[in-house]
């Protein structure tokens, strides 16, 4: 049997009753990095002497009768992620050599939690892109055809999780970067709300969006590693004291009844047809489950992108002020061209005499943007949609039009404007390609989405689909 | 409107090569361009939003703690000297 395929709750029974063990069951996916990676590069490190020796400290827990969650569970981080002794590069050259002196507040917990970190993922440089082309590491192939874009900015984290190469994988979501991928890829991609999960000790891209999520293979599993993420952290001033639900036991409510809104600026001509249609088809879904779906309007989304890229370049230009290479990484003539851009843009709009007419702008139609859900969320326990208005492009097809890769961002940069969750889930498929459906709850509503999302799961097999890659 | 690449590269301390700058004056122009669409939104009575939880300051208890040792933190750069972070001279 090949146990790398398996969902979290279900390696963990086999674990449990020592049909394999945790060093045996991280060989096996360091096996499959080792032949599939040359092809998908969704890896920049490794970290093979680490992960078994971990593996080994799991199977002695496992024997004394200790069943948490994530012991002896191979996952790997998006190389954002601060890892203490190993390289972290957030796929840029700028940091190509560089060793963190202190681990990020969530791998911390997933070593307490006795998960067993494989490697740090490829993605592109800084969060920046779409795609996963802009690394500086090479681009990530998506696993359904190695000619198409596995989505971005958590390129290698999605693919990761889509061609078994670790059991879950941990990521940051800026303007999309968790769910597009995971759409695009096949999988389950959660963005949480703004401040659920500590940013702690995870290289900031634009300090007022960053959320801190993971791609899984099923929601269950998706609801399992957030119980574990969530919570306030005293190294995070922004992280929420909310306390953090029981997700296991509310994800097994049924949805009758629940009200989950369809906003019509979501399904416009710019929307792929294949893609409207596989995301309405698993609407109706929901509605045999019981769910009642109600039109709904959300008046200035066709304003996220213009909004997201003035305010975010913004943050990023000062987030990344900081590397001068004087105290760490290689100095400014590194960046790549996407970082020079978002710098430049992002001083542009803070300069003097274009401050009130771009950003302090873009912040207002933030708040009308926030308003639009608030008033949404009125009438409805949650909104359903798509995540990206086409399947998988090309991969070279977008890369030399900053633009247009920016505008791949439409339907989920909204969440990061109005800091409220969002689920990914697979749907189905367009021109044999994975296209996802987007759930989105009011703040903190983390519970409904995976309440929601499961019951779909329950009832169809989308999400385990897998690509056929030859070993 | 055109984006002068050169006056903001020298405010974002961006060495630039003349290529880039000419492929980054027509990439951002181009996306200066397509945010003007904000300029069209009826702002009038809107706050602006730069939190989005509703936090307000938060402060922590002032206690001294562990930190990193000296040599942890200048273990990353190859500019020291007797321990400390080598700079270049900023009133040269």
């Not at chain 1, 309405?280 to 989304?301: C, N, Q, V």
Request: glycine residues 8%; hydrophobic residues 35%.
């Amino acid at each position: 049997m090949d146990f790398t395929r398996l969902t979290i709750a279900q390696v963990r029974k086999k674990l449990d009753r020592k049909e394999i063990s945790s060093v045996e069951l991280t060989k096996a996916y360091l096996e499959r990095i080792g032949k599939l990676d040359r092809k998908l590069n969704a890896y920049i490190t490794v970290t093979e002497k680490e992960a078994l020796h971990t593996a080994k400290k799991a199977d002695e827990k496992i024997a004394q009768g200790d069943a948490s969650p994530l012991l002896g569970i191979p996952f790997s981080a998006k190389d954002m992620y601060l890892t203490k002794g190993i390289r972290t590069t957030a796929g840029s050259k700028v940091l190509e050599n560089y060793i963190p002196q202190y681990s990020a507040t969530v791998l911390e917990k997933m070593e307490h939690a006795g998960a067993v970190l494989v490697g740090k993922n490829n993605q592109d440089a800084w969060a920046h892109g779409a795609s996963g082309e802009h690394s500086d590491f090479g681009p990530t192939k998506n696993p359904w055809n190695l000619a198409y874009i596995p989505g971005g900015s958590s390129s290698g984290p999605a693919v990761s999780v889509a061609a078994d190469l670790a059991s879950f994988a941990i990521a940051t979501d800026t303007g999309g970067s968790i769910r597009q991928p995971a759409s695009l890829c096949g999988i389950t991609g959660l963005k949480p709300t703004y401040g659920r999960v500590s940013r702690y000790g995870v290289v900031a891209m634009a300090s007022s969006f960053d959320t801190m999520g993971h791609f899984t293979r099923s929601v269950e599993d998706s609801a399992l590693i957030l119980s574990v993420t969530a919570g306030y952290d005293e190294h995070d001033a922004t992280s929420s004291e909310k306390p953090v639900p029981h997700y296991a036991s509310e994800l097994k409510k049924n949805i009758k009844g629940l009200k989950i809104g369809m906003p019509k600026e979501y399904f416009t001509s710019g929307l792929d047809s294949n893609v409207s249609k596989t995301v309405k088809t698993a609407m109706h879904k929901l509605e045999e489950l019981g769910a009642e779906i109600i039109p709904i309007s959300l008046p200035h989304t066709q304003y996220g992108v213009g909004v997201y890229y003035i305010l975010q370049t913004a943050e990023v230009s000062s987030n990344l002020a900081r590397y001068d290479g004087i105290r760490y990484g290689n100095n400014r003539e590194t960046f790549g061209d996407e970082a020079k851009r978002r710098i430049m843009l992002g001083t542009f709009v803070l300069a003097h005499g274009y401050y009130d007419a771009y950003y302090k702008r873009a912040m207002k139609i933030r708040t009308l943007i926030r308003q639009d859900f608030d008033i949404a969320f009125r009438k409805v326990d949650a909104i359903a949609c798509p995540v990206s208005p086409t399947p998988a492009w090309k991969i070279g097809e977008k890369v030399s039009d900053p633009l247009a890769m920016y505008l791949a961002d439409i339907f989920t940069v909204t969440a990061n404007i109005a800091g409220i969750p969002g689920l990914a889930i697979p749907a189905g498929f367009a021109m044999g390609m994975p296209v996802g459906m987007q759930l989105l709850g009011p703040q903190f509503s983390e519970d409904i989405l995976f309440r929601i999302g499961h019951q779909y799961q329950l009832t169809t097999d989308w999400h385990t689909r897998k690509p056929d890659l030859p070993v | 409107m055109k984006f002068d690449v050169i006056h903001i590269a020298k405010l974002a301390n961006l060495p630039l090569t003349e290529k880039e700058v000419t492929t980054f004056e027509e990439q951002l122009s181009g996306i200066l361009e397509y945010v003007t669409e904000l300029q069209t939104v009826d702002v009038s009575d809107v706050g602006e939003t730069a939190q989005v939880t509703g936090l307000t300051n938060r402060s922590r208890s002032d206690r001294v703690e562990d930190s990193l040792s000296q040599e942890e933190v200048t273990s990353q750069t190859s500019c020291t000297y007797n321990g400390l972070f080598k700079v270049k001279a900023i009133f040269a």
